[in-house]
């Protein structure tokens, strides 16, 4: 047959995932990697972003990690805080300053555009990776078993038909691939409403600094969670200290009707401030200062799960297959982790593995590699979320207890910050795990095509 490197990958959608897709495809040897994204161009924006060991693992084996931006001017981490929202009183602090220690890498805070610019850099410096911009996937038409064929549409063209030998669904939740992956399949597959909402909130130095209790939050190196029913906020600096990034979480009342495009809502600030009227001077400074014309509330959605990633030679990935609450910062790293894993099955085939059938084949050991974990990490994000949201009651009052023993036990009802759970999460490395997995499954009998 002919050498796995001289299939052609062509990969929808360019954010985390399908941007560490072409950086991971290219790094092992693939010559022709394409690249389709919606948008006219990359311009990157966003809030901050939590990168943990694990993703800073796979960005290193990835050349995206030393002596970036990402590195340079994001935050080392040294506490993970859990507050009382109204009062501000002290629930749990985790201490991580000894998180590199114990799993090679530390634990970052940093801005998303800067990971997302350090990922796109890498792709662009690979010659065998082609970007096509206002591209709009239409639907996959054929899974094979010949070649995948699928249409795009230019915005300023007319659709037209391309063929690929592995082609990957890197575009979100409202994945179109997904959608005709799941149509071939005959399965279904709904969005789901989460019932929360978020207001994605970034404050410069220079608003913060006329106030020394927030100077002390932006010079500090801890991710603080403030808590109350229902509702939470969490923040950290980043960008040197320049930026403190704020995240809410809150029921999603303010979206009435069908969601539009991008499933956001221009947000009333009065309205913000009132979620969060019961939190304490400190919280209500920081949402006092949101310029009025900067709110803006996202709607968190979810998806059933999927009980099939790939078909023929078609394959799934991040928000694609495995949407989460942000509830545990694993969402791009998830993302990222497929991406990798991906590059690593596929380039794993054996020398004459590139028919039809040995191609599936693989892409199916990427799903067994990754389902278990994601659909862990996915539900324990859930449930942080529905612990961290308790009101009055014995539930909370036993939660509140676990929170002031977690320095003694090490274990944390805001998982994110329990040591059992960072363990589980942090040591984990995606490529030795399908480098060390990958012969058992492919060889097997029971694999299900």
Not at 156 to 180: C, F, M, W, Y
Not at 277 to 303: K, N, T, Y
Not at 418 to 446: H, N, T, W
Request: proline fraction near 5%; charged fraction near 25%.
């Amino acid at each position: 047959m002919g050498d796995p490197r001289d299939l052609r990958i062509t990969i929808i959608g360019s954010g985390m995932g399908g941007l560490a897709a072409a950086v991971a495809f290219a790094k092992k040897g693939f010559k022709d990697i394409d690249v389709f994204e919606n948008a006219p161009g990359l311009g990157f924006v966003g809030a901050g972003i939590q990168i943990a060991p694990n993703l800073i693992r796979v960005l290193d084996r990835l050349g995206c990690w030393s002596e970036s931006s990402i590195e340079k001017n994001g935050t080392n981490v040294s506490d993970a805080t859990v507050l009382d929202g109204a009062t501000n009183t002290v629930l749990a602090r985790s201490d991580m300053t000894g998180i590199k220690a114990l799993y090679g890498y530390p634990h970052y805070t940093g801005h998303r555009a800067s990971l997302a610019d350090t990922l796109y850099e890498a792709a662009q410096k690979e010659p065998n990776v082609h970007f096509h911009f206002g591209e709009t996937l239409q639907e996959v038409t054929s899974f094979g078993p010949d070649q995948v064929t699928f249409m795009v549409k230019h915005f300023q063209g007319e659709p037209r038909v391309l063929r690929t030998d592995i082609l990957i669904g890197a575009d979100g939740i409202k994945s179109a691939v997904r959608n005709s992956l799941l149509g071939a399949s005959e399965l279904k597959g709904e969005v789901e409403e989460t019932g929360q909402a978020c207001y994605r909130i970034l404050l410069s130095r220079k608003e913060m600094e006329p106030y020394p209790e927030l100077l002390e939050l932006l010079d500090g190196n801890s991710v603080k969670r403030w808590i109350g029913e229902k509702r939470h906020i969490i923040a950290y600096p980043i960008d040197n200290h320049n930026i403190y990034n704020i995240a809410t979480c809150q029921p999603d009342v303010n979206f009435a009707g069908p969601t539009d495009a991008t499933w956001t809502t221009k947000g009333n600030k009065k309205a913000m401030i009132s979620v969060y009227a019961d939190f304490c001077p400190v919280i209500q400074r920081m949402l006092q200062l949101v310029p009025d014309g900067d709110v803006v509330e996202w709607r968190l959605r979810s998806h059933t799960p999927l009980t099939k990633w790939t078909h023929g030679a078609v394959a799934l990935l991040g928000d694609a297959c495995h949407p989460t609450l942000p509830h545990l910062s694993q969402g791009a790293a998830m993302a990222i982790e497929d991406a990798a894993t991906l590059a690593e099955v596929i380039a794993r085939l054996p020398a004459d593995g590139t028919n039809r059938g040995d191609v599936a084949r693989a892409l199916e050991v990427y799903h067994l590699l990754r389902k278990d974990r994601t659909a862990t990490l996915v539900e324990m994000a859930a449930l942080s979320g529905r612990t961290l949201h308790l009101g009055e009651g014995k539930a909370k009052i036993e939660r509140d207890r676990q929170f002031r023993e977690a320095g003694e036990k090490g274990e944390n009802p805001d998982k994110w910050a329990s040591p059992d759970v960072q363990k589980m999460i942090y040591e984990y490395d995606c490529i030795k795990d399908a480098q060390e997995r990958f012969d058992g499954l492919y060889a097997s009998p029971s694999l299900k095509l």
